[in-house]
């Protein structure tokens, strides 16, 4: 498909990376000539230097005969106008706008033939939904939802006191005493797709696939001790904050912010009359010692910087913090990132490029296209969920008698209310929910992709 992206910061590179690797034509705008020289570098795309809402550099960039624009620009207000424009350029073009403002977000559905916007998104507010969840069931690194949240897959880290630490993962059912399925392992900055015979060492993290009813019996068995959370100590007052500490005022979940700048501080103070907020380093060990960060049960670390986040939520946890959760924004640090206690860690950017691939692959096939796409282990492998329909091949054929392609597992099959770890001999239907992870380099476009 004909792609243009307007706006070269992290979300479009994160896109233009994405998008590129699936063999998509590209065009950036940007009215920085470094980012677009990059860009052409990097993801053999056309890059062109100006404003995205203006209607010559628009037509200049092909919109009468582009599919798709994605106005991911700092500011609302070009994103609106860049779609609004583009729209009325080419009537047929999909559009996609990131929307920071919560009062533009309401206008645009309450108003859509005033804004023909096909899609919005909002990262910071995708990060915060994501940690409220996180904090809502303590114990796991990392949750992703399926199946209308009958089915997730969970990220766990096996430390020297891991119950299952030297255990190999024919022997996980006498531990774990329920159904799980381990479907990649990621050790070393590597991701693995392991056989039965695979043995779990002490600084893996695992992904987990199990029926959400069943996660409380995961944690139990495995000895991790998980407590309500009360009090959560924020740091950073950025939008991230702002959404997540709306979420936790209706939890009834006490919220303190730390905050630099004492204007945020004022603006804050009267946007959230429920939360404590502190002006103050929360960089500061006197500080973060002073507001208590001993007491919490939670700490999430939003500021702009990663490497102040990394420092915080390592000073946190060897403070005792049960649960750490630390945003990250270049997704470049995972890596150092990994060999560090962090806890949890956000990347809201690549919630966001998450849901607009999902899009963009839905735009290709209509029929049988992804319900939902999740990027796990690093960025090495994909969670991709199907809806089987008419079209499905295989249907009501145990999975061991199927050719699937290589690096393909099937790992989970929802039937009505009913999820399944499967095995050789489970069958899907039409109608079934089925969770297919991969750690190839082809797309999953549609279910019968998986198929040799």
Do not use: W
């Not at 139990?220 to 950073?236: A, E, P, Q, S």
């Not at 907020?277 to 500021?303: F, K, Y």
């Not at 950017?349 to 849901?355: G, S, V």
């Amino acid at each position: 498909m004909k792609i243009i992206i307007a706006g070269g910061g992290k979300v479009g590179r994160t896109l233009a990376r994405q998008l590129a690797s699936e063999g998509h034509d590209l065009t950036l705008i940007d009215r920085n000539n470094g980012i677009l020289q990059t860009a052409v570098e990097r993801y053999d795309a056309i890059a062109i230097a100006g404003n995205c809402a203006s209607k010559d550099l628009l037509l200049q960039a092909g919109v009468g005969s582009a599919d798709l624009l994605i106005a991911a620009t700092n500011a609302d207000e070009v994103n609106l106008l860049c779609c609004m424009t583009g729209h009325g350029l080419n009537p047929k073009l999909h559009t996609i706008a990131r929307i920071r403002n919560p009062e533009y977000t309401e206008q645009i559905m309450t108003m859509q033939e005033v804004f023909p916007v096909s899609m919005t998104v909002n990262p910071e507010r995708q990060a915060a939904l994501e940690i409220e969840r996180l904090l809502k069931f303590p114990g796991f690194l990392r949750r992703d939802y399926f199946a209308k949240g009958r089915t997730q897959i969970v990220e766990l880290r096996v430390d020297s006191k891991s119950k299952l630490c030297n255990v190999s993962l024919s022997d996980l059912s006498g531990i774990v005493k329920c159904k799980v399925l381990v479907c990649a392992v990621l050790r070393a900055g590597t991701a693995v797709a392991p056989s039965g015979n695979f043995v779990l060492r002490e600084g893996d993290r695992i992904f987990v696939t199990a029926p959400t009813a069943d996660l409380t019996v995961l944690l139990k068995n495995l000895g991790i001790i998980t407590r309500k959370v009360r009090k959560v100590m924020l740091c950073g007052g950025g939008r991230v904050s702002y959404y997540l500490a709306s979420l936790l005022e209706k939890d009834g979940i006490s919220v303190q912010i730390l905050e630099m700048e004492y204007s945020r501080c004022v603006e804050l103070a009267q946007l959230l009359p429920r939360t404590a907020v502190i002006h103050d380093d929360c960089s500061s060990q006197s500080v973060l010692e002073d507001q208590g960060i001993s007491e919490c049960d939670a700490l999430v670390t939003l500021t702009g910087v990663d490497e102040i986040n990394m420092v915080v939520s390592l000073y946190g946890g060897s403070r005792g913090v049960p649960q750490i959760i630390t945003k990250l924004s270049r997704g470049e640090n995972s890596s150092i990132a990994d060999s560090m206690a962090l806890g949890s860690i956000i990347c809201p950017r690549e919630l966001c490029c998450n849901n607009i691939v999902r899009y963009v692959r839905a735009m290709q096939n209509q029929t049988g296209a992804a319900v939902s796409v999740h990027s796990i282990a690093d960025g090495q492998a994909e969670a991709v969920e199907f809806l089987v329909d008419e079209t499905t091949q295989n249907c009501n054929i145990p999975l061991k008698q199927m050719k699937l392609k290589p690096n393909v597992l099937v790992v989970s099959i929802t039937h009505g209310a009913q999820t399944q770890i499967p095995n050789g001999d489970s069958v899907f239907a039409v109608g079934d929910t089925v969770v297919i992870v991969t750690s190839g380099r082809g797309v999953l476009q549609q279910m019968n992709d998986i198929f040799a």
